[in-house]
Nanobody
Framework: HVQLVESGGGSVQAGGSLRLSCTAS???????MGWFRQASGAERVGIAS????????KYADSVKGRFTISQDRAKNTIFLQMNDLKPEDTAIYCC???????????????WGQGTQVTVS
């Protein structure tokens, strides 16, 4: 049983910063993990991933250069540092852990409960 527990999020003014964290527990192996987000009325989209065994990261173009994903492997925790936030970054952010190798960007994941990020 895989469980993902998120923290962080909140409200910030444009140009500000926030940091999200997500801790995984259960039989997780060495998966790809990361963050999806879903704005009101929009589809859920992947924005940042990290391969926990290699530390290789990947970003959606919309956040590249502003967001940084990182990990603390000893604590099975990933982080998303979000800088220069914009109103269009407003969304529910969900931590995700791939169910099968290579499935993360295909949306086939275990999910956290989600945390709201609001940028005004």
């Amino acid at each position: 049983h895989v469980q993902l527990v998120e923290s962080g999020g909140g409200s910030v003014q444009a140009g500000g910063s926030l940091r999200l964290s997500c801790t995984a527990s259960g039989h997780i192996g060495n998966p790809c993990m990361g963050w999806f987000r879903q704005a009101s009325g929009a589809e859920r989209v992947g924005i940042a991933s990290i391969y926990t065994h290699s530390n290789i990261t990947k970003y959606a173009d919309s956040v590249k250069g502003r967001f940084t994903i990182s990990q603390d492997r000893a604590k099975n925790t990933i982080f998303l540092q979000m800088n220069d936030l914009k109103p269009e970054d407003t969304a529910i952010y969900c931590c995700a852990l791939e169910k099968e190798p290579g499935s993360w960007w295909d949306d086939d994941n275990y999910w956290g409960q989600g945390t709201q990020v609001t940028v005004s």
